[in-house]
């Protein structure tokens, strides 16, 4: 075994009544990519986040690069060679990119008190290039970014020639396809020089690809270690799934039918749309369709998700639900449109609110009697769908600030569920959520085909576009480049040919 760089014994960690960790033992070693699986809310970030330095354990020690640790900040630990990179966007808005790449380090630039601008800006765009982030500079306003961009730049902040240890937390979803390739030569670079990196994600594919040791969690503790050569066994995937998720889950992921038949009513319309990063763009969506839209980052999909819920304005064309015009995302509730969006933090769930007034909230006009809110009718709707979406919760009145990633994710798509969404915009719906979660998730996006809504998912996963669309859009440069019919012998290698 190569050298020991992070070693975590007996850890425990307690929120109040809630164990996140009993008694974990991890061993970290040099040339490692450890892969970290579970289930949503087994503890996999929690562990990772106190060895960052982000919040304390309960009990339990830690060693790193041969002695004891405990960072008390996540610069703390970044300046010892411990980082890590969150799931979700960790940037400050109204600041340059610059200002965020080189935040909490601002005094290495200050001379007389003054921070030197140009300096920093000069050594942001050294670090972005040699990342391969060339369309970013250090100038530039961070706002200007989509959600993708500044993932990027957590990762240039995130990762120095000091980097011993670098923990990707469910990051490959939050990015685009060339963000990906960005991030992957980071963790390859990391194995080249030695070091490691802790990976999380629920990609069983690309935990295969990437990892060269897996330990998986469940409920908290440490259910096995599977070494590279058992990853190599012909039923690894299987064994894996199995320890992760207590019990065989089977292979079915997508829908198993090629029959794209829907209604002729068109439920949602684009007329040549026109508007910020999309140009001439026409769509009509009909009931019990399930459209899918993929690209690469910059094309313009998530751009078509927030005007189809009246959130970007449109400078041309019309976005017609049902015929009338879709003016505001208030409007569009009322009309039943639902919409997920990718920036799940800022945007699809509020964080400092209980489980049950998410989802409750786009409801809460149906669950009023005599003009007053029901409560026995507010906790029957949540409970409803904590239980269908299994969100790991103690009840609905816990936080969603407190829940973990996917359960997050689970509240953001339960909410349009319970609010019984006639159009359902998708931004990556199932991003950060497990695989037991995302095999329930395709089965009521099918059973919502069946039942007449019209769904638009946008996605960077390509597997789930061919999986479950009728129809697929690519688009490339703000338009429409290919539609593709649903078939079984359509391939990611056409799709990705009309993106790239
Ligand atoms: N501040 C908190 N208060 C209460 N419970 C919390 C808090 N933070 C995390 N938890 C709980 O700790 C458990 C472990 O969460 P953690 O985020 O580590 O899961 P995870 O394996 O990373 O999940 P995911 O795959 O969804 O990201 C969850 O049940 C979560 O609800």
């Given at each position: 075994?190569?050298?020991?760089?992070?070693?975590?014994?007996?850890?425990?960690?307690?929120?109040?009544?809630?164990?996140?960790?009993?008694?974990?033992?991890?061993?970290?070693?040099?040339?490692?990519?450890?892969?970290?699986?579970?289930?949503?809310?087994?503890?996999?970030?929690?562990?990772?986040?106190?060895?960052?330095?982000?919040?304390?354990?309960?009990?339990?020690?830690?060693?790193?690069?041969?002695?004891?640790?405990?960072?008390?900040?996540?610069?703390?630990?970044?300046?010892?060679?411990?980082?890590?990179?969150?799931?979700e966007a960790n940037t400050i808005p109204g600041c340059t990119v610059a200002e965020n790449l080189f935040a909490g380090k601002e005094n290495e630039f200050s001379k007389f008190s003054l921070v030197q601008k140009r300096r920093m800006n000069r050594e942001a765009d050294e670090i972005l290039d040699r990342f391969g982030i060339h369309h970013?500079?250090?100038?530039?306003?961070?706002?200007?970014?989509?959600?993708?961009?500044?993932?990027?730049?957590?990762?240039?902040?995130?990762?120095?020639?000091?980097?011993?240890?670098?923990?990707?937390?469910?990051?490959?979803?939050?990015?685009?396809?060339?963000?990906?390739?960005?991030?992957?030569?980071?963790?390859?670079?990391?194995?080249?020089?030695?070091?490691?990196?802790?990976?999380?994600?629920?990609?069983?594919?690309?935990?295969?690809?990437?990892?060269?040791?897996?330990?998986?969690?469940?409920?908290?503790?440490?259910?096995?270690?599977?070494?590279?050569?058992?990853?190599?066994?012909?039923?690894?995937?299987?064994?894996?799934?199995?320890?992760?998720?207590?019990?065989?889950?089977?292979?079915?992921?997508?829908?198993?039918?090629?029959?794209?038949?829907?209604?002729?009513?068109?439920?949602?319309?684009?007329?040549?749309?026109?508007?910020?990063?999309?140009?001439?763009?026409?769509?009509?969506?009909?009931?019990?369709?399930?459209?899918?839209?993929?690209?690469?980052?910059?094309?313009?999909?998530?751009?078509?998700?927030?005007?189809?819920?009246g959130m970007e304005e449109v400078d041309k064309g019309h976005v017609r639900s049902n015929g009338k015009e879709v003016l505001s995302a208030k409007d569009a509730v009322a009309r039943k449109i639902g919409y997920i969006s990718k920036n799940r933090d800022t945007e699809a769930v509020i964080l400092q609110g209980s489980i049950e007034s998410n989802i409750n909230l786009p409801?809460?006009?149906?669950?009023?009697?005599?003009?007053?809110?029901?409560?026995?009718?507010?906790?029957?709707?949540?409970?409803?769908?904590?239980?269908?979406?299994?969100?790991?919760?103690?009840?609905?009145?816990?936080?969603?600030?407190?829940?973990?990633?996917?359960?997050?994710?689970?509240?953001?798509?339960?909410?349009?569920?319970?609010?019984?969404?006639?159009?359902?915009?998708?931004?990556?719906?199932?991003?950060?959520?497990?695989?037991?979660?995302?095999?329930?998730?395709?089965?009521?996006?099918?059973?919502?085909?069946?039942?007449?809504?019209?769904?638009?998912?946008?996605?960077?996963?390509?597997?789930?576009?061919?999986?479950?669309?009728?129809?697929?859009?690519?688009?490339?440069?703000?338009?429409?480049?290919?539609?593709?019919?649903?078939?079984?012998?359509?391939?990611?290698?056409?799709?990705?040919?009309?993106?790239?």
């Amino acid at each position: 075994m190569s050298e020991v760089l992070l070693e975590v014994k007996g850890m425990c960690k307690n929120y109040g009544p809630i164990t996140a960790l009993k008694n974990v033992n991890l061993t970290v070693c040099r040339g490692q990519v450890h892969g970290l699986v579970g289930e949503n809310g087994s503890g996999k970030s929690t562990i990772t986040s106190i060895a960052a330095g982000m919040q304390p354990r309960t009990s339990g020690q830690m060693t790193f690069l041969g002695k004891e640790w405990n960072p008390s900040s996540m610069i703390e630990a970044q300046r010892n060679g411990f980082s890590m990179i969150l799931q979700e966007a960790n940037t400050i808005p109204g600041c340059t990119v610059a200002e965020n790449l080189f935040a909490g380090k601002e005094n290495e630039f200050s001379k007389f008190s003054l921070v030197q601008k140009r300096r920093m800006n000069r050594e942001a765009d050294e670090i972005l290039d040699r990342f391969g982030i060339h369309h970013m500079r250090g100038k530039d306003p961070i706002d200007r970014f989509g959600f993708e961009d500044r993932k990027l730049l957590e990762i240039a902040r995130a990762v120095t020639e000091d980097t011993q240890i670098l923990v990707v937390d469910e990051t490959t979803t939050a990015l685009s396809l060339e963000g990906r390739d960005i991030l992957y030569k980071v963790v390859d670079d990391m194995v080249a020089n030695n070091k490691a990196v802790i990976f999380i994600s629920h990609d069983m594919d690309e935990i295969m690809e990437r990892c060269n040791i897996l330990t998986v969690l469940r409920d908290g503790e440490i259910r096995g270690t599977i070494t590279k050569e058992e990853m190599e066994a012909p039923d690894a995937v299987r064994t894996i799934r199995q320890l992760m998720v207590g019990r065989d889950i089977g292979e079915k992921m997508y829908r198993t039918d090629f029959d794209a038949s829907c209604s002729d009513d068109v439920a949602l319309e684009f007329e040549h749309v026109t508007g910020p990063n999309v140009k001439d763009f026409s769509l009509q969506l009909h009931r019990g369709e399930i459209v899918g839209i993929g690209g690469l980052s910059g094309c313009g999909m998530h751009e078509v998700g927030r005007m189809a819920f009246g959130m970007e304005e449109v400078d041309k064309g019309h976005v017609r639900s049902n015929g009338k015009e879709v003016l505001s995302a208030k409007d569009a509730v009322a009309r039943k449109i639902g919409y997920i969006s990718k920036n799940r933090d800022t945007e699809a769930v509020i964080l400092q609110g209980s489980i049950e007034s998410n989802i409750n909230l786009p409801s809460l006009s149906d669950l009023t009697v005599g003009g007053i809110l029901s409560p026995r009718k507010k906790k029957k709707l949540s409970n409803e769908h904590i239980d269908l979406l299994e969100i790991k919760c103690r009840n609905g009145n816990q936080w969603v600030s407190t829940l973990s990633g996917g359960n997050k994710q689970k509240v953001s798509f339960a909410k349009w569920i319970a609010k019984g969404a006639e159009i359902i915009i998708m931004d990556c719906p199932t991003r950060g959520v497990d695989i037991g979660v995302k095999q329930a998730m395709y089965g009521l996006i099918d059973q919502m085909k069946q039942e007449g809504k019209a769904i638009l998912m946008i996605s960077e996963e390509m597997s789930e576009l061919i999986g479950m669309s009728d129809r697929l859009i690519v688009m490339k440069d703000s338009k429409i480049a290919k539609e593709f019919k649903r078939s079984a012998s359509l391939s990611e290698t056409d799709v990705i040919e009309y993106m790239i």
